[in-house]
């Protein structure tokens, strides 16, 4: 499903943010990517998404390799990919309602569908009576859980998440960690770069270690081990 093959990537500073890196993801995993601040967590993610290429290597995404992939095609590989950053990106002159919809106008769903599926994601998430209110009425953890009904909206057979709890208090970052098992268990393959090291050991899930742009760990139930490298 995902698949890194010794990429590479070096910023135009000449920094070297991730040295031949090979990572396999497959269908339906749930994978922590863990590492110190600079390690190259966000790179990984930014590659993923085809904002960034990479300087060496091959990445392929649902049997795509990236770098062969024209230009008008990656609107219509993002789709498959939702996506929720660490500062939920909402917009703040958007209702919830609007707010997921939006996903839905972009990729051309009719008003019936958008009706039907936008509250349906929406109490999924636990916000059915919420739809109304705008970003700045919500606390964080139910804005991120309006950017994950965003991101899930569209069925997207990837979920990748950059740091979803680093703006929230533990108790809803536990909720949307538990949000995040419950999608993979879906059938969702989700890719979560974290600092929090409390929620990675206790879930025991698959963690990838990231130092100096190397892979040093790669662990079924793992933990968050980086500071003992
Ligand atoms: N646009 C850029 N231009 C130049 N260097 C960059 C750029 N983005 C990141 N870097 C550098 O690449 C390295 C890896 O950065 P990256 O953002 O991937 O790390 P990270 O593991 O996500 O860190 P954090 O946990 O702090 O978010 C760092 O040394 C960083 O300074």
Do not use: C
Not at 3 to 29: C, D, F, H, M, P
Not at 120 to 125: E, K, N, Y
Not at 152 to 172: F, H
Request: no cysteine; proline share 3%; net charge positive.
């Amino acid at each position: 499903m995902i698949n890194l093959e010794n990429v590479s990537k070096t910023y135009s500073a000449g920094t070297r943010a991730l040295q031949g890196v090979s990572l396999q993801i497959e269908k339906g995993e749930f994978v922590f990517v863990v590492g110190a601040s600079g390690s190259g967590k966000s790179t990984l993610i930014k590659l993923l998404l085809k904002e960034l290429e990479p300087s060496s290597g091959v990445i392929t995404v649902n049997n795509q390799n990236l770098s062969r992939m024209k230009r008008r095609q990656i609107a219509k590989y993002r789709r498959n990919l939702g996506v929720v950053f660490q500062d939920f990106r909402l917009l703040k002159d958007r209702n919830i309602f609007e707010n997921v919809a939006f996903a839905q106008m972009i990729t051309g769903k009719s008003k019936d569908t958008i009706r039907r599926q936008v509250p349906a994601i929406l109490g999924l998430m636990g916000l059915g009576d919420k739809m109304r209110f705008f970003p700045n009425e919500l606390s964080g953890g139910e804005q991120q859980r309006v950017a994950l009904a965003r991101a899930l909206v569209n069925k997207p057979s990837i979920l990748l998440a950059d740091e979803p709890t680093g703006n929230l208090d533990p108790k809803n970052s536990w909720e949307i960690m538990e949000l995040l098992d419950q999608i993979n268990k879906t059938g969702t393959t989700v890719v979560v770069v974290t600092h929090n090291r409390e929620i990675v050991d206790e879930m025991q899930k698959r963690v990838v270690t990231l130092k100096q742009g190397l892979v040093v760990s790669d662990e079924q139930k793992g933990g968050y081990n980086y500071g003992k490298n």
